[in-house]
């Protein structure tokens, strides 16, 4: 019996773009995601591409991200965090001269932000989504694509609209940037509720990813638990997260980036040096952020850290590497007796965990990488060649689920502020929903008018901002992109109401938040469900090898 690894990195970043500021803090989110995850990730498939190693991934890339990464304001920004990160390792160096442990870890810091330099300038001529579907084109990867503004689904299940217009401007995007329609597309947080399947299906989507739990608290019990995908009643297949194997990777308590061995992400000198040396890397006034120069090891469940050594840490990847296929393996032998086909393992992950949280992620992965590539016993896979493969398959509806904490809801709606933004913002969908109603088919610049409007509705789903404010991380900026979202959809609401566009509004909301380009707010009016999806009306699918 074979093991078959399907392995789905979601790589996802809520909307943030403020060129009013030469300089935002929240926007260092996308610089360090990009810097420590996104190149790190892609130069490592590329060696191994050029290595002559076959591979089979799936890579899930949000809309709001895909748009940022394509921006050309962001990325010129992007080259400006990177070379500073160059200019602060200079100083490292000089400052760890006596030094030589710390001194090499500073120079190991300064050469990798340098080589990203390079590769994102040279390979990805200035856009990663470049790299991306270069190994998509090649057939190392599978890329798809997740809601518009990675809005939490479940919440809106009485919205079929709002829902729609998630899914489709999602699928638009993904075209517009990669020419070709995904075939697979991620549900975020791994958001089911029985029926979103149909809005998938109109679509023209063939796969999603679900929760562990969602097959398992199924009415129907699948036959072959989560180690093969099911069907959903109208066609769709849904390949559910193997729980067990990916915690051994994803548990930040019990799994390998909790070794002691790893580098400690949370000790850096942005925090630990004095004031005066790092303020030309941090923000205005005095605001300290993470550099990425970060000098000690997890250690263990203490505050006195021990040295970080790459060398210790890199013999650990390997282990860690053997000891993930090892469980495997041991997996699939304990189910020969009671499976009738190769097990497949759905191994989800967010593509941020490799490099930025956990450094050593991509090290590991290569290796992960490397040894399945030399064996016949166990595979990587990506579901559409599973799909196409004609394997069996049971036909069943999921359970309402998701990844978040508790396997459900509870992340996105359980304090006072996420109950009292989402009534706004469904409240705001259907203000949305009248004004595309009333208005229909405008040109000019009541289109656009409303075309932001649309815009602004999305970005207000967005299910980043509740989590944030559970999290009671960036609380108050997260409250000001709701606020802002709501009171930008009512202005251009009242100004409809009398018949009136804010010109000046729209032009400065249009150059501020520019995503979806394509968008067409006729999504919000009832009558765009009664149609076909009109996202698919030219053939964009590309063969998949």
Same mark, same amino acid.
């Given at each position: 019996?074979?093991?078959?690894?399907?392995?789905?990195?979601?790589?996802?970043?809520?909307?943030?773009?403020?060129?009013?500021?030469? !300089?935002?803090?929240?926007?260092?989110?996308?610089?360090?995601?990009?810097?420590?995850?996104? #190149?790190?990730? #892609?130069? =490592?498939?590329?060696?191994?591409?050029? !290595?002559?190693?076959?591979?089979? $991934?799936?890579?899930?890339?949000?809309?709001?991200? @895909?748009?940022?990464?394509?921006?050309?304001?962001? @990325?010129?920004?992007?080259?400006?965090?990177?070379?500073?990160?160059?200019?602060?390792?200079?100083?490292?160096?000089?400052?760890?001269? &006596?030094e030589p442990d710390m001194q090499k870890l500073a120079?190991?810091?300064?050469?990798?932000?340098?080589?990203?330099?390079?590769?994102?300038?040279?390979?990805?001529?200035?856009?990663?989504?470049?790299?991306? &579907?270069?190994?998509?084109?090649?057939?190392?990867?599978?890329?798809?694509?997740?809601?518009?503004?990675?809005?939490?689904?479940?919440?809106?299940?009485?919205?079929?609209?709002?829902?729609?217009?998630?899914?489709?401007?999602?699928?638009?995007?993904?075209?517009?940037?990669?020419?070709?329609?995904?075939?697979?597309?991620?549900?975020?947080?791994?958001?089911?509720?029985?029926?979103?399947?149909?809005?998938?299906?109109?679509?023209?989507?063939?796969?999603?990813?679900?929760?562990?739990?969602?097959?398992?608290?199924?009415?129907?019990?699948?036959?072959?638990?989560?180690?093969?995908?099911?069907?959903?009643?109208?066609?769709?297949?849904?390949?559910?997260?193997?729980n067990n194997l990916t915690s051994l990777v994803w548990?930040?308590?019990?799994?390998?980036?909790?070794?002691?061995?790893?580098?400690?992400?949370?000790?850096?000198?942005?925090?630990?040096?004095?004031?005066?040396?790092?303020?030309?890397?941090?923000?205005?006034?005095?605001?300290?952020?993470?550099?990425?120069?970060?000098?000690?090891?997890?250690?263990?469940?203490?505050?006195?850290? *021990?040295?970080?050594?790459?060398? *210790?840490?890199?013999?650990?990847?390997?282990?860690?590497?053997?000891?993930?296929?090892?469980?495997?393996?041991?997996?699939?032998?304990?189910?020969?007796?009671? $499976?009738? @086909?190769?097990?497949?393992?759905?191994?989800?992950?967010?593509?941020?965990?490799?490099?930025?949280?956990?450094?050593?992620?991509?090290?590991?992965?290569?290796?992960?990488?490397?040894?399945?590539?030399?064996?016949?016993?166990?595979?990587?896979?990506?579901?559409?060649?599973?799909?196409?493969?004609?394997?069996?398959?049971?036909?069943?509806?999921?359970?309402?689920?998701?990844?978040?904490?508790?396997? @459900?809801?509870?992340?996105?709606?359980?304090?006072?502020?996420?109950?009292?933004?989402?009534?706004?913002?469904?409240?705001?969908?259907?203000? =949305?929903?009248?004004?595309? *109603?009333?208005?229909?088919?405008?040109?000019? $610049?009541?289109?656009?008018?409303?075309?932001?409007?649309?815009?602004?509705?999305?970005?207000?789903?967005?299910?980043?901002?509740?989590?944030?404010?559970?999290?009671?991380?960036?609380?108050?900026?997260?409250? !000001?992109?709701?606020?802002?979202?709501?009171?930008?959809? &009512?202005?251009?609401?009242?100004?409809?109401?009398?018949?009136?566009?804010?010109?000046?509004?729209?032009?400065?909301?249009?150059?501020?938040?520019?995503?979806?380009?394509?968008?067409?707010?006729?999504?919000?009016?009832?009558?765009?469900?009664?149609?076909?999806?009109?996202?698919?009306?030219?053939?964009?699918?590309?063969?998949?090898?």
């Amino acid at each position: 019996m074979k093991s078959r690894m399907n392995f789905i990195f979601h790589a996802h970043l809520p909307f943030v773009r403020h060129p009013e500021f030469p !300089k935002f803090l929240e926007e260092d989110w996308l610089y360090e995601a990009i810097n420590e995850s996104y #190149l790190p990730l #892609l130069r =490592m498939l590329y060696k191994l591409r050029n !290595k002559g190693t076959s591979y089979h $991934l799936t890579f899930s890339l949000s809309p709001t991200l @895909c748009s940022m990464l394509s921006d050309n304001l962001l @990325c010129e920004r992007f080259v400006g965090y990177i070379n500073s990160r160059i200019e602060l390792g200079n100083l490292e160096i000089d400052r760890l001269s &006596n030094e030589p442990d710390m001194q090499k870890l500073a120079l190991m810091y300064r050469d990798n932000a340098k080589k990203n330099l390079q590769f994102f300038q040279e390979e990805c001529k200035g856009n990663i989504l470049n790299a991306f &579907n270069a190994l998509s084109n090649e057939g190392f990867l599978e890329l798809i694509t997740t809601a518009a503004t990675h809005a939490y689904l479940p919440i809106y299940k009485n919205s079929p609209l709002a829902v729609n217009a998630q899914i489709e401007t999602g699928l638009i995007q993904h075209i517009r940037l990669f020419d070709r329609s995904p075939e697979g597309f991620w549900l975020p947080e791994c958001g089911y509720y029985p029926t979103l399947e149909e809005l998938l299906k109109r679509n023209n989507v063939k796969w999603t990813s679900l929760a562990a739990h969602s097959l398992l608290l199924s009415e129907d019990k699948p036959q072959r638990g989560n180690y093969a995908p099911v069907k959903c009643p109208n066609g769709l297949w849904c390949f559910a997260r193997d729980n067990n194997l990916t915690s051994l990777v994803w548990s930040a308590t019990d799994g390998y980036p909790a070794d002691p061995c790893y580098r400690e992400f949370y000790r850096d000198i942005g925090y630990d040096l004095d004031i005066n040396y790092v303020r030309p890397f941090i923000h205005e006034p005095d605001v300290r952020v993470f550099t990425g120069f970060k000098y000690w090891a997890v250690t263990g469940k203490t505050a006195q850290k *021990v040295p970080y050594s790459p060398e *210790v840490a890199a013999e650990k990847t390997k282990e860690h590497a053997e000891d993930f296929l090892k469980n495997v393996r041991n997996r699939t032998l304990s189910l020969e007796a009671s $499976l009738d @086909c190769d097990p497949v393992y759905t191994l989800s992950f967010d593509a941020e965990l490799f490099g930025h949280w956990w450094f050593e992620g991509v090290m590991w992965l290569e290796h992960v990488i490397t040894s399945t590539a030399k064996q016949k016993d166990i595979e990587l896979i990506t579901p559409s060649v599973y799909i196409a493969e004609g394997n069996p398959v049971q036909t069943m509806t999921p359970a309402f689920s998701s990844w978040g904490e508790g396997g @459900c809801s509870q992340v996105w709606v359980d304090t006072a502020s996420n109950s009292t933004f989402v009534k706004h913002t469904i409240k705001s969908i259907e203000r =949305m929903s009248e004004i595309a *109603v009333k208005f229909p088919n405008q040109k000019s $610049l009541k289109q656009r008018f409303l075309n932001q409007a649309a815009r602004e509705t999305l970005l207000l789903m967005s299910s980043d901002w509740p989590f944030i404010m559970h999290n009671h991380t960036s609380e108050e900026y997260a409250k !000001k992109r709701l606020t802002g979202h709501i009171q930008n959809l &009512n202005l251009v609401y009242d100004n409809m109401t009398k018949n009136a566009v804010n010109t000046e509004w729209l032009v400065k909301a249009e150059k501020r938040n520019n995503i979806f380009p394509q968008i067409d707010y006729n999504m919000f009016n009832p009558e765009h469900l009664k149609k076909d999806s009109p996202v698919f009306t030219t053939d964009f699918t590309s063969e998949q090898k």
